[in-house]
């Protein structure tokens, strides 16, 4: 654990060093501020970063991470990072991408106790009783978690949409929409879920906020 410690630190020595010979005013310039165009809501996993995923420098990509790309109406972490983006940084997308092979939806489908987290997973199973139906079936097990992921990923962006910040910045003529992805961790690639909204019109009427 020291000499991965310390490998980290040297590291980061040799990033700061190979930036500036691309870029002698890298560093100067970032520090500037930032106006990135897009927001990332994404899974904690340590194998999908948001920015190498889609080829995106710093400053590029607001992120927000947890476990299994949730978008939580009581989550403050999450809320106050969706209003920063959208009322201060003016982004104009936000991408729910969840991953095939995720950890938080997995257990979300068994009833193994895991600790404190099983609150957290708690609002997963939610998403799971609402398309059981469909759900239960799929007989091929994997074939049945990787459609669990994708309509994980396609409800987050729904409630999104849902939220007062969102709505209100729609009511404003802002220039917003929301997308739903899942990522291959086998494959690299992106899967558009095709659900893209930019109205809450798009909503359900009694989601339909009046602002």
């Known amino acids: 654990m020291v000499d991965f410690y310390k490998q980290i630190l040297e590291n980061n020595k040799e990033w700061v060093v190979k930036s500036l010979e691309k870029d002698p005013n890298y ?19 340590s194998r999908v970063p948001a920015n190498e995923i889609i080829g995106a420098k710093p400053g590029e ?54 600790g404190i987290i099983d609150n957290w997973i708690r609002h997963i199973k939610d998403v799971y009783r609402m398309h059981n139906v469909y ?27 849902k939220t007062s910040i969102v709505q209100n910045a729609w009511k404003n003529g802002q220039d917003l929409t929301l997308h739903g992805w899942v990522y291959g961790l086998n494959s690299g690639f992106v899967t558009d879920l095709n659900v893209n909204i930019s109205s809450n019109t798009e909503l359900d009427e009694v989601y339909q906020l009046s602002l």
């Not at 079936?137 to 999104?160: C, G, H, M, P, Y």
């Open 27 to 45: 560093f100067a310039d970032l520090a500037k501020g930032q106006t990135p165009p897009l927001l990332w809501i994404g899974c904690s996993d």
């Open 61 to 114: 990509v607001f992120v927000h991470r947890n476990i299994a790309n949730m978008v939580v109406h009581s989550d403050m972490n999450m809320l106050s990072v969706l209003d920063y983006a959208v009322n201060v940084l003016k982004v104009k997308h936000v991408i729910v991408c969840g991953h095939y092979g995720c950890g938080g939806i997995k257990a979300a489908m068994g009833n193994q106790s895991i």
């Open 135 to 161: 759900l239960d079936s799929i007989k091929d097990e994997t074939e049945r978690f990787n459609a669990f992921v994708e309509i994980s990923a396609k409800e987050q962006v729904f409630d999104l949409a």
